[in-house]
């Protein structure tokens, strides 16, 4: 019986090793910076969704939400060149520097035409 024990003990601590080691390699995989910030229409001031929002050289995309918001999480500190498309607007651009603390942006698009 006691030798029962050892082994249930034993596997008991390697379990909870393993789970440490891959929660720690977990938490480390988010530690870079967030470049996060908000989509508008230049003349109306009007949150807008749907529009395509890209880090340059990243291979990161997304999509602005219903309130206009946006976010990459996990960016080196440095100088990006971003990009906002959607139809209806012009092409965005824009460099910015991220740093260890994120970065914000606000995109203002104006309509195309304008």
């Known amino acids: 019986m006691h030798l029962f024990n050892k082994k249930v003990l034993i596997s008991a601590l390697t379990l909870l090793i393993g789970v440490t080691i891959i929660s720690n390699e977990a938490l480390a995989q988010e530690t870079g910076a967030k470049l996060s910030g908000q989509v508008i229409d230049a003349s109306t001031q009007e949150v807008l969704s749907g529009v395509e929002i890209t880090v ?51 995109i203002e698009m104006k309509p195309a035409g304008s």
């Open 56 to 106: 340059q050289g990243e291979d990161m995309q997304k999509t602005s939400g219903d309130d206009g918001t946006f976010s990459f999480k996990n960016l080196k500190p440095g100088s990006y060149t971003v990009t906002a498309n959607a139809e209806g607007y012009q092409d965005w651009e824009q460099e910015v520097e991220v740093t260890k603390k994120g970065g914000a942006l606000k």
